[in-house]
């Protein structure tokens, strides 16, 4: 009963990494499939420059995408999703075997890519709140969020 156990624990390791990965459809382009999304959604959709950044987020040399949505404009609203909280970005990283998934999405006001100790990070300027700023503080200059996207996860090095 033991070695069943064992056993079908084994299994259950291998199986089920397998099965989380099969949920993560990979897409051919994000600039298609996030148009499309628009397309659909709004009776008039508009895309301008920068809707789509493509550059490598993740320092594996693969060009990877970022969707910024606060450049749609939607049925004459532009941005029809950003807020006092910013605008909407979905990062995608492309893989080796071909195709992208999307790795975050995220409510900033916008981002740049620093060289920090050799690798590409991202400071992304967010709503104060998010650097645990006391409410008096909040109107000052937007926090600054700096991430490394490690694999696929984003890692926070720091917040001012």
């Known amino acids: 009963m ?21 949920q993560q459809s990979l897409i051919s382009d994000p600039e298609i499939y996030e148009k499309k999304h628009f397309q659909e959604q709004c009776t008039a959709a508009e ?10 987020i993740n320092n594996d040399g693969l060009v990877d ?6 450049k749609l404009t939607c049925d004459g609203e532009k941005g029809p999703q950003c ?9 995608y ?5 071909g195709g992208y ?14 060289k920090r100790f050799g690798n590409m990070v991202m400071a ?5 709140r998010f650097c645990d700023r006391p409410e008096a503080d909040r109107e000052k200059d937007p926090c600054v969020v700096t991430a490394r996207v490690r694999g696929t996860k984003f890692v926070t090095i720091s917040k001012k």
């Open 2 to 22: 033991k070695t069943l156990l064992i056993t079908l624990n084994l299994v259950a390791f291998l199986v089920l990494p397998v099965a989380a990965l099969a």
């Open 101 to 114: 998934f999307m790795i975050a999405t995220a409510q900033i006001y916008g981002y740049d890519f620093v």
């Open 93 to 97: 990283l492309q893989v080796a075997e």
């Open 124 to 128: 992304m300027k967010m709503h104060p």
């Open 65 to 70: 995408a970022v969707v910024n949505e606060g």
């Open 83 to 91: 807020n006092d909280d910013g605008c909407t970005y979905n990062f």
């Open 47 to 56: 895309f301008a420059d920068g809707f789509v950044t493509r550059q490598d």
